[in-house]
């Protein structure tokens, strides 16, 4: 029967790979030198195993033999004969990127750099050299010394099992059926030691048997069929026609003589006892693993479903559909009963979320790798402390998170934490710590950049948010204000800044890629007792809450997250300032107003101000009051992006489809704000 | 027809010999470790468990330890799904009490053929 095992090569490579985070993981928690964490070694080995075994069975025999070397040395720091070196360990990350790339080079039919593949080859078999000989010697399948086939017209099989022999669910008789079909099959039983029914335990084999096979099997054929029950029984296999009628030659070395009675012979007796020693150890070793698991697991595997995207799309999809239907049909009248459709909505639209949300983990398990490697290139002494990576997150957003995140960490190890020296001086453990923690609150979902180093250096970017006109000589600021410089795209990339505060580059590129999943960033940070950056995202990008307004004949949608309130402009609150446009005193502060109307060219809007109403809008710390005609209903909308449908438009987030069947446009504040900014 | 137990941590090769022997017209369970296979195989009977060694949560030479200690799966045939050619492995899951092992990596027919040979 052909079976094409070609469907489960994805899934192969999808579990290797995660296969190969577990690795990474594991082996960035060993302490070298110190005893040998048994669970955490285990987990490593078997994560190699399994991608072993997998690209043996999927033909990729390249990176079988790779990590049999791998395997094999964690093989001999799990049972002890190895030690756990820093250079051990080394070797071994660098061999799990290199299997990463082997993998990925197999999925893609690409090329490797081989000798890359070969000098970590090497190294891994000078370290396995080193210490034990023998384990190396495993590294290829040893083709078991076979003596030279023997020409013979059959075979003479003389199997005597031992009592327990069905205990392993073996059965003579399976064996000789697997026999006959090698050959004719003489079959003479030996029912000799047959006890008494009195003494006969039912469960144990008291007969032998004397066996003829005729034909030309190759004797490793014959073999074969006894493989598995080598120690439970007396064998000898002989060939027939060199050993015609000679009952003495069938007795050579291999064979003992038929057991007196239902003791098997002292040497089996013992090897029994020995085996049960080393069960008993392994049990020991087990127990203690599974106490290490209680207490020192931070990460519960949960049990889960792959789902291509383009499936939790359609879903996607249907429930933006659907929303767009239940509006519709509201619009047909007051009195249709809708709690029934609304439920339906929720429902699907929990599932739809759930399907797309992907635990913060994904995006942190790369950290500790890249503070391990910098820390060790800086010479600083790191850990990182990560908490709350179960938390979950829309995919889209964990795509975008990534770099902001390597971008605000690289920070923290570069310029935020001392050397160890420096923080000695400062009467501060060697050791600097970095913080990761996401955490889910009031709907948003809030990730935490740590660090216990310097702080920012608020002199510096006061004098030079001073030089740069940015600030004003003379008024008093608040540290967050000062702080919030280093989002400014002019200070954060004067390379000064970066020097004396120790942050700066392409912090607001930061801060625009967070802004751009509909996040926002703060900082706080003492000096001499560290940074912390503090990044808010929203649960999910697909649906939002939304307000919609009318302006002229259009309406638009601005999400209901960014609202403050909405006031009635009364006659002379507005002052017109040369330079900064219309400026409403809103609660004691000058609010700025943008006339949308005006910047989106709509025909028949309100454009007196004291006929229309303003709405009051926050972003990034900043507001605006935005003027249009009339407020509507409140809803929840679909985001069906504008860029992929048609282009991107300034000001706007995305389209929705309306009850009515009208497009909307949903407004993107930020980009409002930013706008306004500009224009000033 | 046969009512399989087949025991893998890995998803692929839990697949793999699943399918296979799916193909072969046998019934099939799945588990992902030993703790949950002992759970299954104590649910409903089999006819054959086929269980790899190293797997989390308990690993297959407890599983088979803890299997023939059920009187159900006294003779029952058990084969490890092993990666180890050398004798020392292969013995491992012998000591505890499995039938025999078939050695990764394998292809469907050498699976089947060996399926077969215990499959009274």
Known sequence: MAIDIGQFVQTFFEESFEGLDVMEAGLLALQPGAAADLEQINTIFRAAHSIKGGSGTFGFQDVTRFTHLMETLLDGMREGRMSVTGEAVNTLLESVDCLREMLVAARENAQIDDARVQELRERLTQLLERKDTASAGESEPAAAAAPPPVQASGWRIAFRPHPQLMHSGNDPVRMFRELAEL???????DASQLPRLAELKPEDCYLAWELELLGAAPREAVADVFAWVEGDCELSIEPLAEAPAAPAEVADSTAKPPPAGPAAGPATGEEGGQ????????????????????????????????????????????????????????????????????KLHEALDQLDRNTRMLPVSSVFSRFPRMVHDISGKLGKQIELRINGEQTELDKTVIEKIGDPLVHLIR???????????????????????????AYHKSGSIFIEVGDDGRGLNREALLRKGLDNGLLRAGEDYSDEQIYELIFHPGLSTAKQISDVSGRG???????????????????ASRPGKGTRITICLPLTLAIL?????????????????????????RAGEVNRIPGRGEILRFRGQPLPILRLYEMFGAEGAVTDLEKGLLVVVEADGRQVGLFVDDLQGQQQVSIKSLEKNFRRVAGVAGATILGDGRVGLILDISGLIRTNNAAI | MAKILVVDDSASMRQMVEFTLKEAGHQVMVAEDGQAALGLAKGSGADLVITDVNMPNMDGITLIRELRNLPTYKFTPILTLTTESTTEKKMEGKDAGATGWIVKPFNPEKLLATVNKVLG
Do not use: W
């Open chain 1, 545 to 569: 809450d939304g307000q919609l307004v009318s302006i002229g004949q259009d309406c638009y949608i601005i999400p209901l997250l960014s609202i403050i309130e909405s006031v009635q402009i």
């Open chain 1, 505 to 523: 580059v392409g912090m607001d590129v930061v801060r625009r890629n967070i802004q751009d999943v509909g996040g926002s960033i703060q900082i």
């Open chain 1, 275 to 342: 085996q049960g020693e080393l069960l008993l150890e392994r049990r020991k070793g087990e127990d203690r693993r599974r106490g290490d698991r209680r207490t020192s697991m931070t990460s519960v595997d949960s049990g889960s479903i792959r789902v291509g995207i383009d499936k939790v799309d359609a879903v996607i999809n249907l429930v933006g559909e659907l929303v767009t239907t239940q509006s519709m049909l509201s619009a047909l009248g007051e009195d249709f009963d809708m709690s029934r459709i609304d």
């Open chain 1, 411 to 437: 920070n923290s190890l570069d310029h935020g934490l001392e050397t160890p020296d420096e923080r000695a001086r400062a009467d501060k453990p060697e050791t600097g710590v970095i913080t990761l923690d």
């Open chain 1, 183 to 189: 050959g004719e099959l003489a079959v003479r039983l």
